[in-house]
C-alpha cells in the first residue's frame, strides 16, 4: 500500500526557515511528478511548489523565492525548505502526486507567528 508521511513542521517566528520531508512508501517514487500543497483554515487546498522526474521546479507565486523544493529517488522523499517564512504561511502541509493523486498522509503544520 503507497503512503505519504510528512514531517518537519512547527512553530517558527516571521522570517524563521522550516525544512519539510516526505516520505513515498510505495514504488515508482522516481517515475512521478510531486508537489507539496498546504491548507489554511477556511480556505482551500493549493499547490506551492512541483517537482518534476526531470528535477524542474515550480512553484506559486507566492512562494516564489522563498521556497525551494527538492527529491531524493534514491531515498524516495521529496523536500521542501522554506525560508523567510510569513504568518501567511501558515497552514497544514502535505505532499502528493498531483498528475495521479493518492491517498492523503496526516500533513505537517507550520504556524508562522508575527
Known amino acids: 500500500q503507497v503512503q505519504l508521511v510528512e514531517s518537519g513542521g512547527g512553530l517558527v517566528q516571521a522570517g524563521e526557515s522550516l525544512r519539510l520531508s516526505c516520505v513515498y512508501y510505495?514504488?515508482?517514487?522516481?517515475?512521478?511528478?510531486m508537489g507539496w500543497y498546504r491548507q489554511a483554515p477556511g480556505k482551500q487546498r493549493e499547490l506551492v511548489a512541483t517537482?518534476?522526474?526531470?528535477?524542474?521546479?515550480d512553484y506559486a507565486d507566492s512562494v516564489k523565492g522563498r521556497f525551494t523544493i527538492s527529491r531524493d529517488n534514491a531515498k524516495a522523499t521529496v523536500v521542501l525548505q522554506m525560508n523567510s517564512l510569513k504568518p501567511e504561511d501558515t497552514a497544514l502541509y502535505h505532499c502528493?502526486?498531483?498528475?495521479?493523486?493518492?491517498?492523503w498522509g496526516q500533513g505537517t503544520q507550520v504556524t508562522v507567528s508575527s
Open positions: 502528493n502526486r498531483p498528475r495521479a493523486v493518492m491517498n
Open positions: 510505495g514504488t515508482k517514487f522516481s517515475t512521478y511528478t
Open positions: 517537482i518534476a522526474v526531470s528535477g524542474a521546479t
